[in-house]
């Protein structure tokens, strides 16, 4: 059975940083793009970063670039996302999700959370003085 399992939330001081793990079990990490997205209250889930199979697959939302950054490590079935800079913008709570590789680029996956197939549960993060 297919599972993601997100970790590493938490509550943080304005510039500090956190590293997200999303663990992946029950399919082959290797045939499917992924992405984090995270959704504040009230507001919709949107797109954080994105890796795509197509070229110049990387996305990363103009609110996170040059702060986050997004890894996968297909051997140990995980995906990370680390964050630093944090900014009280940045409280929410942060998915990680999968799709079957369709050759699509990173930023068409993070455009719409419904472009994504399988969603974790979810992991808080509260950047807070």
């Known amino acids: ?6 970790s590493g939330g938490g509550s ?3 510039g500090g940083s956190l590293k997200l793990s999303c663990a992946a079990s029950g399919f082959t990490l290797d045939y499917y793009d992924i992405g984090w997205f995270r959704q504040a209250p009230g507001k919709e889930r949107e797109g ?3 890796i795509g199979s197509s070229a110049g697959g990387i996305y990363y939302a103009d609110s996170v670039k040059g702060r986050f950054s997004i890894s996968r490590d297909d051997a140990q079935k995980t995906i990370y996302l680390q964050m630093n800079s944090l ?7 942060y998915y990680c999700a999968v ?6 680029s990173g930023s068409y996956l993070c455009r719409s959370y ?6 974790g549960k979810g992991t808080l993060v509260t950047v807070s003085s």
């Open 1 to 6: 059975q297919l599972q993601l399992v997100e």
């Open 12 to 14: 943080v001081q304005p």
């Open 48 to 50: 954080v970063s994105c």
């Open 87 to 93: 900014k009280p913008e940045d409280t929410g709570v």
């Open 99 to 104: 799709v079957p590789r369709q050759f699509n």
């Open 114 to 119: 419904q472009n994504m197939r399988h969603w």
